[in-house]
């Protein structure tokens, strides 16, 4: 129960760096090519499967928010680097980090080379490095190698980079609104080609196939088309001669140490762009602007040069009005233009074949995948806008439910991590979620716009608003076992409000709070009903024996949250002071209590004048969840921590880390005493012990703009500036119904851990009338998906029914997933499972003898459909351990036929000394034995 793991991150799908768009093969069939889409979610990476829609979070994180996402052309290298110039090297296939990185400042540019060898990086101080590509397949001491670097290549900072098709010269450009084309080897004879006449920001630089042009975009639509030319200017014809002169002479006099002279036989590794490139120059031969609407400026951009399947060479350019436009590159002309938000588009990507655009929108979160051919989305995702506030789970946990800030309900699967529907009605901020139990077929909200609605998840739509006599607000919502009462409390008047779910009115009043309500909660055989208050009470409520309040239990401070335990007799609170209580509710007694505050501690908040350690704000619980077997409840606050709790011994058993984050604050606990001011407090990058790693790019980050006319620069006191970082907190805990996951409702989004990596669900669609309590563990073996059950019933079947079973096995539960939503055990894998541990080999031959015999139509069938890949793979495991076995086998024949006889005949001496020892002692102590006898006579 305590190894839970981090599953997913749901309920954010982008908020900022850039968006990628890549193929994979599929690892079980290799004739598969998928779709993903790489998204940066605060520190972390999700990545979007199109082709199977699903989303998954990898399990790592950055130091902050990332800030670039690249992934090398042979997509073995991912490097995700947050926006402190921190890097992550991942081996993307494997999913592994194989190295850390340091850039010592914030990176305004990276690009991988065509070839995968060498990749790019510019940092703040317009520096430029180029660095070998660290090695995928094993880790070393020191993976990353620089190269070369450069200096001084712009005026202002370097906002892009590119390279040739070749890997041979990359371009960089600038503020300054200038490009430059630099070699990455020694070339004699070249000089860095500079390139003007852009009036904007420039967006975006590429090269076409021969690298013959040069495309740039500016930011109000402005084309530039360069052009190769085999001649050159008069003043570079005079500097060249001039630079052939001082060889000349430099020849006559002796050759430099170390200096380079080009031989024939590197001029053979040339590319035919470097052999020409010092016998000509670039020339500009359009220019262009394109239209845009209402004074929009150009945001993003990104080109597709593959004509097999659109047969155009694309162009896609997005706009700060939410408009994208794609362009023919041949004729420069409009293909197709659409606007799909009101909100600038900060990022898009294009896939290798040019027909699907992925757009992301950081002001309201949103990720749209458009194909543009047939105008439709392939995917259209946006997170919650504001703050998550509360979550809940459907009863068979296929469905989370969450609320926030911005008033919107969202509901996710499971199993994809997905959205699949959104509910706008309220005019304020959610505050509570409750699914019907048993049937989950709808979702019922709490908000603060004084209204209790109910979502019929059916039709997709509200059926029920339910509503106080007088305006009021809803801080908390409960719903009894049979689905038909509904309770809500109010922040003011303090009192609980009790509806009737199908008729929607106001059934009943529940006074008696001093003080805002904060949580209501039903038991789960739902006689008792307890309300928890500011006023330092939990009000227990018989409301069907209209008995009133059964009893009144006090603590010594506010109330926040509470929970019942499964017996529906105890329950658990806590306080705004840090403790936890565990009450018999039915009978009023305190059972025990709980110190939490130590384990709860979080990192120091930037404007805290003392420790995290002695600070007393935030410890304390905002919300905690009972487990479904009562054996265990969780905790979460204003912490990055949540904090697992053992009820029979009271203790804190584990403790999780939701984030490390350091773009948010409370997220660092070690202050370096050194950087601390009275008069100017504490900054960001003095909250980390090792930050002098990362001072000066701290200071060239939050340095105060001086470049104003008039503007003095700062003093060293106040050479920070000072802005406001969002606070770590977890707003809403709870486990899912079958405990084998819990989620977090935390200020970077749904944070899901599991027990389970598989995602694998219990699969209730198969269970029928056939199903007995005699017969449930012969009958839903595979079904409950549980390995220790399968393989009970698996060695207890007699040997004579292996081949009926066999020939009447389901199709569905041999190696491929019957349904999407659902993931039955597959009994090949269990099988090939057993074979290779080794054990019962004849038992294992058995039914996998009968299985291929028997089952050979229904693997063909799959192979037709496309399902293939996996039996594939598991019949190679399965051929693997055969011939582990054959390979075996052979060897104890050699064993029996040659060693055993030579270890025999080395022994026999040995066996014969023994033998005759034992005659020996047996013939002494004969004669012992007759020589007492005569001596006795």
């Excluded at 590119?162 to 609104?177: G, H, M």
């Excluded at 004074?295 to 040069?305: L, Q, T």
């Excluded at 993931?823 to 003898?849: A, H, S, T």
Aim: aromatic content about 10%.
């Amino acid at each position: 129960m305590i190894s839970y793991k981090f599953s997913n991150l749901i309920g954010t799908v982008y908020n900022s760096g850039n968006i990628l768009m890549t193929e994979q093969k599929n690892p079980n069939d290799q004739s598969i090519t998928e779709t993903l889409l790489l998204s940066p979610v605060g520190n972390k990476l999700t990545v979007f499967d199109l082709t199977n829609n699903v989303s998954q979070t990898l399990p790592f994180q950055n130091r902050s928010n990332i800030d670039r996402v690249a992934l090398s052309p042979d997509r073995r290298t991912l490097i995700t680097i947050d926006v402190d110039g921190f890097a992550l090297f991942i081996n993307f296939s494997k999913r592994v980090v194989i190295a850390h990185f340091n850039f010592k400042a914030p990176v305004t540019a990276f690009a991988f080379s065509p070839d995968s060898k060498f990749f790019v990086v510019a940092t703040q101080g317009r520096k430029v490095k180029v660095f070998e590509v660290p090695s995928v397949d094993h880790k070393v001491y020191s993976p990353l190698v620089l190269y070369k670097k450069y200096g001084n290549l712009h005026s202002e900072e370097i906002t892009g980079v590119t390279w040739t098709t070749d890997s041979r010269f990359f371009l960089t450009w600038s503020n300054d609104l200038t490009l430059k084309l630099m070699s990455l080897h020694k070339l004699p004879g070249y000089l860095p080609f500079t390139f003007g006449g852009n009036k904007k920001k420039i967006i975006k630089a590429f090269f076409n196939e021969d690298n013959t042009r040069i495309f740039t975009i500016s930011q109000n639509g402005t084309l530039l088309l360069w052009k190769w030319q085999d001649e050159k200017s008069e003043g570079v014809q005079r500097m060249l001669e001039f630079q052939e002169f001082k060889m000349q002479k430099r020849l006559k006099t002796g050759q430099k140490e170390n200096e380079y002279v080009p031989v024939e036989e590197d001029l053979s590794l040339y590319s035919e762009f470097e052999k020409k490139v010092t016998k000509g120059r670039f020339l500009l031969e359009k220019k262009t602007k394109f239209q845009l609407q209402n004074g929009a400026k150009i945001s993003s951009c990104d080109y597709n040069s593959n004509t097999a399947t659109t047969g155009n060479k694309i162009l896609v350019v997005g706009q700060t009005n939410g408009v994208f436009a794609l362009f023919n590159m041949d004729t420069l002309e409009s293909v197709h233009s659409f606007q799909i938000s009101e909100n600038k588009i900060h990022s898009l990507s294009i896939n290798a074949s040019g027909e699907w655009i992925a757009l992301a929108s950081k002001d309201m979160g949103q990720l749209f995948v458009w194909e543009w051919k047939s105008e439709t989305y392939v995917m259209k995702q946006q997170g919650h806008f504001f703050d998550l506030n509360t979550l809940a789970y459907s009863p068979d946990g296929a469905l989370i439910a969450t609320g926030g800030d911005d008033g919107k309900i969202k509901l996710w699967t499971q199993k994809n991590c997905l959205c699949f529907v959104t509910f706008s009605d309220h005019t304020a901020q959610v505050t509570d979620l409750k699914f019907i139990p048993k049937k989950g077929n709808a979702v019922l909200s709490s908000s603060l716009d004084g209204s209790v609605r109910a979502y019929d998840l059916v039709k997709y739509r509200c059926f029920r608003v339910m509503q106080a006599n007088k305006p009021t607000q809803f801080n908390c919502l409960a719903i009894d076992s049979t689905g038909d009462l509904v309770c809500a409390g109010s922040m003011d008047p303090f009192n609980v409000y009790i509806w009737s779910l199908r008729t929607g009115q106001l059934i009943d009043e529940l006074s008696g709070h001093t003080a805002p309500i904060s949580c209501v909660q039903f038991a789960s055989s739902g006689e008792l009903l307890a309300s928890g208050s500011w006023d330092h009470t939990i009000r227990v409520w018989d409301i069907f024996e209209k008995k009133g309040i059964i009893d009144t239990l006090n603590h010594s401070s506010e109330v926040l949250s509470l929970d019942f335990h499964p017996n529906n007799k105890d329950l658990v609170s806590t306080t705004l002071s840090g403790q936890t209580y565990v009450w018999q509710a039915d009978q009023g007694n305190l059972i025990g209590t709980i110190n939490c505050k130590d384990d709860l501690a979080g990192g120091r908040m930037r404007d805290d004048r003392v420790t995290a350690k002695n600070s007393t704000k935030n410890k304390h619980f905002n919300s905690i969840s009972m487990s479904p077997n009562g054996d265990f409840f969780i905790g979460g606050g204003n912490s990055k921590h949540i904090c697992l709790y053992d009820m029979r011994f009271k203790l804190m058993i584990k403790r999780f880390a939701i984030t490390q984050n350091r773009s948010l604050d409370g997220v660092l606990q070690i202050l370096n005493s050194k950087h601390v001011s009275g008069e100017a407090g504490v900054a960001d990058h003095e909250l980390d012990i090792d930050s002098d790693l990362e001072e000066d790019a701290w200071q060239v980050r939050n340095q105060a703009d001086s470049n104003m006319p008039g503007a003095k620069k700062p003093n060293n006191a106040q050479a920070i500036k000072r802005n406001t970082k969002m606070a770590i907190r977890v707003k809403k805990v709870l486990f899912s119904p079958d405990g084998t996951s819990f989620a977090c409702a935390t200020t970077e989004g749904l944070v899901v851990y599991s027990l389970r990596n598989d995602n694998s669900l219990f699969n209730p669609v198969d269970i029928d009338e056939n199903i007995t309590l005699d017969n449930i563990i012969q009958s839903m073996a595979l079904k409950i998906n549980e390995h220790e059950i399968i393989d009970k019933v698996y060695k207890c079947i007699p040997i004579e029914n292996v081949a009926l079973i066999a020939a009447h096995f389901p199709s569905n539960y041999l190696y491929k997933y019957a349904l999407k939503l659902y993931q039955p055990i597959r009994f090949l894998e269990y099988l090939c499972f057993e074979i290779e541990k080794g054990k019962d080999v004849e038992w294992n031959m058995i039914w996998l003898k009968n299985i291929l015999r028997y089952q050979e139509a229904a693997l063909k069938k799959y192979k037709e459909l496309g399902q293939g890949g996996k039996g594939r793979s598991i019949m190679l495991k399965i051929y693997s351990s055969l011939s582990f076995y054959d390979q075996s086998l052979r060897k104890m024949q050699i064993f029996t036929e040659i060693q055993i006889p030579f270890r025999a005949n080395e022994n026999t001496h040995m066996m014969k000394y023994m033998l005759r020892t034992a005659e020996f002692r047996k013939e002494e102590s004969t004669d012992e034995n007759e020589l007492m006898e005569q001596a006795s006579q």
